[in-house]
C-alpha cells in the first residue's frame, strides 16, 4: 500500500473541538447556546442510529440537542406545523429533518418549509442557488466534510481535474459545484456515463458518492491521485457483516497518493459540519462574527 491515510475520525475530532470551543465563548460572553432540533418520522433503524448519534455530539459540543420523534404515519399538515414552530422557537437555530422520510411525505415540500437560515443540511431551495451562484449559503453537511479533507490534503484545489461519481441532490451536485467554487475542472459521472474508468483515470481528485460497495478499483484512478469515498455500504463478508465504500479500498490504496478509508473517512466528518453548521447558523441568528476557523 502506498497511499496516505486520510483521518477522517481524527480530523472531525479537531473540528468539533473547535465547535465546542467556540460554543463555550458564545455562552461566556453573550449567554448564547446554539440549538439543533433533529425531526426524525418513523422507525428506520440507520436513521436511528444516526439521530442518537447527533443528539449525543450536540450535547458533547455544548449546544442544546431537541428531538422530535413522530411515528410513521404521521400526517404532512401536523410535520409542516412542527417545522412551523421550530422555524419561530428563538432558542433553535439549525433544524434537521432525518431522510428518508416516509412515502406519503413530500421530502421537498418539508425541507422547503425549513426556514432556510435553520437550514443546518443545506438542502433548502435557496440554499441550493446561494451556493450555485457562489453567495453565502448553508453547505450541504456530507460534501463540505469532503472539501475539508481535500483542502487538508492538498491546500489550494485550484486547476485540478476533479470527477464526482454519483449526481444525487445530497452528495454529487453539491460536491460538484464546491469543487468548481474551489477553481477544480469538474466532471460529474452517473449511472448512464460512458466508459466510467476512463473518465476517473484522467482525475486528480475522485470522488466516490454511488451507493455500490467497492465498485472504484485501483485499475481506474490515476497514480498519485486523492480518492474521497463517501460510500456507506454493508456487505456479508463470510457471514460476517460489515462497511465498505463505494471504493475498493485495497486495490485504491496501492495506487493512489492519499485515500480516505470506510468507515473512519468522510462518515465522521458529516457530524462534526451538522455542528459547524448550527454554530454558523447560530452566529448569523445573532449577528456575531462567524467563526473563521470552522468551515474552509
Ligand atoms: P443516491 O442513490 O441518491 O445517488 C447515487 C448516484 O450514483 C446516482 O447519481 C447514480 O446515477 C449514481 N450511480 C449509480 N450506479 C452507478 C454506476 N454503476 N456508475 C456510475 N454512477 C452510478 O446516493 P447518495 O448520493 O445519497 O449516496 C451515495 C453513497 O454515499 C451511498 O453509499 C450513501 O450511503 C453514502 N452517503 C454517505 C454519507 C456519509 O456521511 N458518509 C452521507 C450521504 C450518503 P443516476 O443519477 O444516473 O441514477
Known sequence: MSAEIIDGKEFAAGLRARVAAHVARLKADHGITPGL???LVGEDPAS???VRSKGKMTVEAGMKSAEHRLSPETSQEDLLNLINELNADPTI???LVQLPLPAH???DLVINAIDPAKDVDGFHILNVGLLGTGQKSMVPC???GCLMLLRERLGS???LDAVVIGRSNIVGKPMAQLLLGDSCTVTICHSKTKDLPQVVGRADIVVAAVGRPQM???DWIKPG??????GINRIDDNGKSRLVGDVDFASAAEVAGAITPVPGGVGPMTIACLLANTLTACTRANNLPEPDNLTP
Open 157 to 159: 484545489l485550484a486547476g
Open 225 to 230: 491521485a486523492t480518492v474521497i469515498d463517501v
Open 142 to 144: 456530507t460534501p463540505l
Open 37 to 39: 432540533a433533529v425531526v
Open 216 to 218: 472504484v478499483t485501483g
Open 105 to 107: 411525505l413530500d421530502e
Open 48 to 50: 436511528q442510529v444516526y
Open 93 to 95: 437555530h439549525g433544524i
